[in-house]
């Protein structure tokens, strides 16, 4: 009978699908556990780091490049994505925030400021990192001024050093106002939540935000943090504080390109495996015609056999 | 006998966590030695080794590269570092190994300004400092 065919062959290229999207989804599990385990690694030194970071800033000249808040007219934006496709709606949902962002400038602007300040005059650029964030960026009809896909592959603090350079002169000649970053921050395997943090200039309340939430982890790990901490800076504070500053900065790009990365990879994870569970039922339902239309074909058979015996008696 | 609450943190983990009686690290201006009831100090490490003597006359040594010694309060002292070594985990073949490689990169990266020569010599630094610190251990 006609259909048959067609119907078997579809059941094994769906099945073979099926295999394909379970294999992915497992490797996809393996790699978000370790994603993971290396995102939680980095927070008590991140931790601490900003602790070390508040604790000093205080002491130090206003007039350091890296801390003065200049008024906001050209910012820079570090979006992370990934290099890959296949992970359910990660990059769509960055998509939407960076949307949201460009049609309205003042949420960088009055970043960690409280009130709304006219945005209008603002000019965003963009550094990507993966490859997706920059495909991102052309179908919204924006520049980025460098691409990092690299940086999305391997992540360590020697990768990313070339980007933290050049954010750093870039602030320094006065290029750029403020520079932030748009990653995804991993909640749990099913919830993750896009963000924008303050890079630069280096912001009390940014860090302080990510302190609070970063406190129940501290408190696991015993970490004991000097609140207020009245310090001895030797040899100096501008010693301390350009050394500081930098590994602040790193930590927080790390910070972001391990949850981003965990994320990631528990959305491919939870997208093969609907995509595995569809290709499960499509083949259910499949195989329910097939043996209907099989079933049919044998009833109609033994009817006509039993009507040509039928006819001859 | 008062002691230190002492942890190493990298970020990749927390390297060591210990309660000794005096730990000695290498800052710009020399070595330096804390003991308990240290005033709260922000010192940036050299690479190179730190030494931690425990309650029973031990000492343990550990290679770190790019750092803050933090002293706190009540005498705790955290190290935040790039990256910190056991000694007991250093394969000093594979240090000489990456120290030559190191240095002939070096040689060829001309250009001082240049991000490469940035990270190779910081590269160098760093498996000179875990050279060092087997060195000293075997003496």
Redesign the interface.
């Known amino acids: 009978m006609a259909g048959t065919l067609d119907i078997k062959r579809r059941i094994n290229s769906i099945s073979n699908t099926k295999k394909v999207t379970k294999a992915m989804e497992v490797v996809s599990a393996a790699k978000m556990k370790k994603a993971v385990d290396r995102a939680l690694s980095l927070r008590p030194y991140a931790k601490a780091m900003y602790e070390l970071f508040a604790n000093v800033a205080p002491h130090a000249h206003k007039e350091h490049p890296l801390l003065t808040v200049r008024d906001t007219e050209n910012v820079l934006v570090i979006l992370i994505a990934s290099n890959k496709g296949l992970c359910g709606s990660y990059n769509a949902s960055l998509t939407r925030t960076v949307r949201s962002m460009l049609e309205k400038p003042e949420i960088l602007v009055s970043l960690n400021k409280g009130e709304m300040m006219d945005a209008s005059h603002v000019t965003i650029d963009f550094i990507t990192i993966g490859k997706r964030a920059a495909h991102m960026i052309k179908i919204l009809g924006k520049d980025s001024i460098a691409t990092f896909p690299e940086i999305a592959k391997q992540k360590n603090s020697d990768s990313i050093s070339p980007l933290v350079k050049m954010i750093f002169e870039m602030y320094k000649e006065e290029k750029y106002d403020k520079v932030v970053i748009i990653y995804t921050d991993f909640v749990n395997a099913l919830k993750q939540n896009q963000k924008i943090r303050q890079l630069l200039p280096v912001s009390k309340e940014d860090l302080a935000e990510q302190l609070t939430e970063m406190d129940n982890i501290a408190k696991k790990n015993n970490i004991k943090l000097g609140e207020n901490v009245k310090y001895l800076i030797e040899p100096s504070n501008e010693i301390v504080l350009k050394a500081l500053i930098p590994k602040v900065i790193e930590s927080q790009i790390l910070h972001a390109l391990y949850e981003s990365a965990a994320s990631e990879e528990s959305s491919r994870m939870l997208a093969m495996k609907s995509a595995t569970d569809a290709a499960g039922e499509i083949v259910d339902d499949l195989k329910l015609t097939y043996n209907k239309i099989r079933q049919s074909k044998i009833t109609q058979e033994i009817s006509e056999i039993s009507a040509g015996r039928a006819a001859l008696e | 006998m008062k002691r230190i609450?002492f942890?190493i943190?990298?970020?990749?983990?927390?390297v060591h966590e210990s309660k000794p009686v005096s730990i000695t690290v290498d800052?710009?201006?020399g070595q330096l030695t804390i003991l308990p009831e240290h005033?709260?100090?922000?010192?940036?490490l050299n690479a190179g080794e730190i030494v931690i003597r425990t309650e029973n006359n031990e000492e343990i040594f550990l290679a770190v590269y790019?750092g803050?010694l933090?002293?706190?309060?009540?005498s705790?002292v955290?190290i935040?570092a790039?990256g910190a070594l056991h000694v007991e985990e250093i394969d000093e073949d594979k240090v000489k190994e990456a120290i030559e490689r190191a240095e002939k990169l070096k040689e060829q990266e001309l250009d001082k300004s240049s991000?490469e020569y940035?990270?190779v010599s910081a590269r160098l630094e760093r498996e000179l400092a875990k050279l060092r610190v087997t060195r000293k251990r075997r003496r």
């Not at chain 2, 933090?70 to 009540?74: A, C, D, F, M």
């Open positions: 609450d942890i943190i990298t970020p990749t983990g927390i800052t710009a201006d005033t709260p100090i922000v010192v940036p790019g803050f933090e002293v706190l309060k009540n705790s955290n935040l790039d991000i940035a990270k």
